[in-house]
């Protein structure tokens, strides 16, 4: 059950990362240290002290943020986008601008091995790994998705245009590609409560969705109860009249230094 | 809940086509109506008619077998390979070779459309489409597995390596490939029902799956209800010591002709 706090963990220093790229100034190693505190308090960031040389990231590795806007997106993706996107800002009376009540998340296609896990794990590594979801550099042959949070609401919707090459059944998304999906917004969700565990994903299928289409993917917090957070999700399209698919899943809270083999991870 | 029937009737296709590749004489269509029982009753080829142009198949596609065992493989998937493999042909006190206990399934990607579907729907054909899970080219790259089949005991193996392109943590594959898996496995055993759907996947994450090793795929038929199938799956080692996920799947027994448009399909 490492397995996804393995995954949580890289995509948690993945958002915290961006935030240091977009102009929130984060240390590398705090980043991971307080990144549960950090991710449930986006003001936070502000007390942190300018990035420094502890980047996560080595200085060659350019990263890429796949969940932009690209050419090979449809006017309904980037129309969703829009939408979203102007939900990340607030203006107030007095004209300033603030964070809003969503935030978008970046999406790389590189995990924490390429970073500071690399230093600690040589062995690890294998240069041509990539993230199963971004492992098409072909702009919209499979998966293009784009995540939105609402820290708050503990909540997040995905807006996911599915390629030619995601094909299962003729002219419809495979099903374990959905399943993929399904596992990655869920998983994003959890990261509200910090490290966390994916022990259970129970997925049913209601209808096919169409190879090409756009679909939203809502996910919820349903409950916490101790260490245990169940989380919803469904699929459906994008005026949410027709349901694809719909799962709950159950991540457990837990630690990760002792799977990176590093008490500062 | 289509989505699957599709799938599988796609993939029952690929399989009753393969066998008329490999010398079984099948006519197209009576792949596609007789295909539940002739799945139960691999002899039943014997009865067929010579293979025709009624063939699903435009003579211009060349059919690999994604399944054939290539230089990416390593000594251990190789070794389970030709394992099975020897399970497939017994050898009769006379010296005549017959079919085994265990049948090989071949592995394309490409679905329906390119063929039969392909003439009666034109406008849902993307040439560009490929199955999910043979859509990456390089060898190793993504997942490379082989399915066989042991109709009698009703169950099937599935030997799968990982390849660098599936990684979810620093390391490990993604629990969205691992769920893939499990959907193409779970999915191919149904089969042996005829037209099934799926109505669910219930995946219990126990440990990670290290990127780039293999593992063993067992699923087998836990029960038949009327139309309910109920089948069970597990991913472990190559020596079964330890327990990577384990599932549960529900399919329903149905009908496709109207979801292909056609009655022949």
């Known amino acids: 059950m490492i397995m996804m706090r393995l995954g949580l963990q890289a995509q948690r220093v993945f958002h915290s990362f961006s935030r240091s790229l977009s102009g929130h100034s984060v240390s590398g190693v705090l980043q991971i240290q307080g ?3 950090l991710w449930k308090s986006p003001s ?3 007390s942190l002290r300018p990035f420094s040389k502890m980047s996560l990231w080595p200085s060659n590795i350019h990263l890429q943020d796949y969940s932009e806007p690209n050419e090979s997106w449809s006017p309904e993706m980037r129309q969703l986008y829009d939408q979203y996107i102007a939900l990340c800002e607030v203006r107030t009376d007095g004209g300033e601008v603030k964070t809003g009540p969503w935030q978008k998340l970046p999406s790389y296609n590189r995990t924490l091995k390429h970073g500071i896990v690399a230093a600690q794990r040589p062995k690890t ?3 041509r790994a990539r993230l199963f979801t971004r492992n098409v550099e072909e ?4 998966f293009e998705y784009v995540v ?15 390629g030619h090459l995601l094909e ?3 002219g419809y998304v495979h099903a374990g590609a959905v399943a993929t999906m399904f596992s990655t917004v869920t998983t994003t969700l959890s990261m509200l409560f910090g490290r966390v565990l994916t022990a259970n994903l129970n997925l049913n299928f209601r209808s096919p969705v169409p ?9 919820a917090v349903d409950k916490v109860e101790g260490r245990k957070i169940f989380v919803t999700c469904r699929m459906t399209s994008i005026d949410e009249s027709k349901l694809y698919t719909d799962a709950t899943a159950l991540f457990l809270s837990g630690k990760l230094g002792h799977v990176f083999g590093t008490k500062s991870v």
Chains 1, 2 share one sequence.
């Open 44 to 46: 936070a960031f502000q």
């Open 211 to 219: 190879l090409g289409s756009v679909s939203l993917i809502h996910s």
């Open 148 to 162: 939105f949070m609402n820290d708050q609401e503990r909540r997040c919707v995905c807006v996911f245009q599915s």
């Open 168 to 170: 299962g059944p003729p």
């Open 125 to 127: 590594i294998d240069p």
């Open 139 to 142: 702009k919209g042959a499979a």
């Open 35 to 37: 990144f549960g505190a």
